[in-house]
């Protein structure tokens, strides 16, 4: 069948990659994709959200099924565009509801789930400009550090962690009135913090049953030691090496099973992924947050341990038949090291010439912010390279992505040479 994909980063270059192997994907087309999805699918020059020209394409290439990369489009409703026009109706797409990318669209909503299907997470309350004040008698009543988290889509960066107490106000009149995030953060959620090693939990779910993928770790903060500024993700390990099978018998049974049983409680149309932010306190897990798609770059390690064929998983998953699949995973460990322009998170150039990649071995290279421009693969992102590779064990695998790392060039290129510095 023909099949479209949206988005244009490593994690979507990684779906690519798997989805393209699979006998079941005649062709592959993907909006708008980046200069390393090109070398293996059609990429088709339209946004994500421009759903009328989604609709386009999906008439005249005849696609079948539509795969939903990032958050934004599933946060504006494509699965409820698709399902209520007649044209489209019969082209299931993997994500979310509106109702359900909610968990992702307003940090309110999700907490209100949680608590709502006694689902373990941080005691929190949220507050808007009207309230700013109480937010801040109510920031009193907490011990540092302060979480602060915009409401809305922040593109991961609506979450501040603050140790002193007049500049977490400060700062939460500076979301609230002044609009630091802008519209994201017109509400604010405050959260108590909780001091624990954090994880990604990857769910794909038909809406009935579900199953499990390989846990996950990445690395947001811009400097090594995990210091400097938050990013979309430095680098990913996978499997976590501390999660035994007690960690992950709870994580089902508290954590997955719950949510899963949730949205069929209120209704909510979810066929798609689910990931789950959480962190380790004692052993045990708590939620932190929701996603509705999977995390980038935690995508270029899971899918890469994935045996099983993606489409026909995304097949099951449209059909709810998910609980008739057997879900086959490596067992080695896989790594993902991101390249990412000079002065990222803040302001970078794009443009720049990349070289070497013809050099790279035994590593796989998504791309995450590229394009291609005259012949040359040039930077077009913040974070533009994922080398990710196998090994007995991470440290075995890491040595292999900072190996082939070495043959990669392009002007100002940073990466952190520190990543699963803190699983030894």
């Given amino acids: 069948m023909n099949i479209l994909l949206l988005g244009s980063g490593g994690r979507e270059h990684a779906f690519a990659w798997k989805m393209v192997q699979s006998p079941l994907c005649d062709t592959l087309f993907m909006a708008p994709g980046n200069a390393g999805t090109a070398e ?238 959480l962190i380790n306190v004692k052993n045990e897990p708590i939620v932190i947050e929701y996603n509705v798609r999977m995390g980038d770059p935690e995508t270029e390690v899971v899918i890469p341990r994935l045996k099983t064929d993606l489409v026909e998983l995304f097949q099951a998953v449209a059909n709810e038949k998910l609980d008739k699949i057997e879900l086959e995973i490596d067992e080695r460990s896989a790594t993902t090291v991101m390249l990412v322009s000079g002065g990222y998170p803040e302001d970078f150039e794009k443009g720049k010439v990349i070289t070497g990649l013809e050099n790279v071995n035994n590593s796989i290279v998504f791309h995450a912010g590229t394009k291609l421009d005259n012949g040359n693969v040039v930077t077009n992102g913040g974070r533009v390279l994922a080398i990710t590779s196998y090994g007995n064990s991470f440290q075995e695998a890491l040595a292999q992505s900072y190996q082939n790392i070495e043959a990669i060039h392009f002007d100002n290129v940073y990466f952190r040479k520190d990543i699963g510095f803190d699983l030894v």
């Avoid at 934004?72 to 994500?95: E, N, Q, T």
């Avoid at 099973?257 to 949730?262: C, D, L, M, Q, S």
């Fill in 40 to 277: 293996i699918a059609t990429n088709v020059n339209i946004a994500v959200t421009d759903f009328e020209a989604i609709k386009a394409l999906v008439i005249k290439e005849n696609i079948q099924m539509v795969v939903v990369g990032p958050e934004d489009p599933l946060v504006r409703g494509i699965y409820d565009f698709f399902l209520a026009d007649s044209a489209l109706s019969h082209v299931p797409v993997i994500g979310p509801s509106k109702l359900g990318a909610t968990l992702e669209g307003s940090k309110e909503f999700a907490k209100e789930f949680l608590v709502k299907h006694k689902i373990p997470t941080a005691a929190y309350d949220s507050f808007t400009a009207e309230t700013v004040e109480k937010g801040c008698d109510f920031l009193e009543t907490l011990a540092p550090p302060y979480v602060l988290k915009a409401d809305g889509l922040a593109a991961g960066k609506g979450v501040l962690i603050i140790q002193d107490l007049e500049e977490a106000k400060s700062e939460l009149r500076n979301m609230l009135v002044g609009q630091k995030f802008g519209a994201a953060s017109s509400k604010v959620v405050i959260e108590e913090f909780l001091d624990g090693i954090e994880l990604s939990c990857f769910v794909l779910t038909d809406g009935k049953s579900y199953k499990i993928l390989p846990t996950a770790k990445d690395y947001k903060r811009i400097g090594e030691g995990d210091t400097g500024l938050n990013t979309g993700g430095m680098g990913a390990v996978s499997p976590v090496p501390y999660v035994d099978a007690v960690l992950m018998e709870k994580i089902e049974t508290r954590i997955v099973k719950p949510t899963i049983e949730g949205f069929q409680k209120d209704g909510i149309p979810y066929k798609g992924f689910v990931f789950i932010g």
